[in-house]
């Protein structure tokens, strides 16, 4: 058997269908509250890791402007060391030159000391 639905029985029904709304919209607010405070608190420690990053990075350019220096002060002694070097190549290959013509020309001496004691036995 069906039963008929009486004013009071519908007024009964939107009052709890109302109030069950209203928790759902209260728990939605209490949720919304709760995740913007999270938020905010996931925020505030961005912004702290940010500043610590920048301190890092403020400290990191100190360093790099020091290695800077200690590189230029290491090119300027590697260039003199280098033209050091490049007269000793200079002398090395003054001294070979000089050893090629000697022994050319001690050659040239002893080749002549032997075609003239060859000449004169003949």
Known sequence: MRES?????LDYLNRRVDDGFRHVDERFDQTEQIT???FER???RFDAMERKFDEMNARFEKV????????????ARFARADE???RIYERFDAMHR????GG???FAV?????LSVLVTNL
């Open 5 to 9: 639905w009486t004013d009071d029985r």
């Open 36 to 38: 913007r405070e999270r």
């Open 42 to 44: 996931v925020d505030e």
């Open 64 to 75: 790099d402007a020091r290695f800077e220096k200690v590189d230029a002060k290491f090119d």
């Open 84 to 86: 050091r070097f490049e």
């Open 98 to 101: 000089m050893i090629i013509r």
């Open 104 to 106: 050319f020309g001690a």
């Open 110 to 114: 002893l080749l002549a000391a032997f």
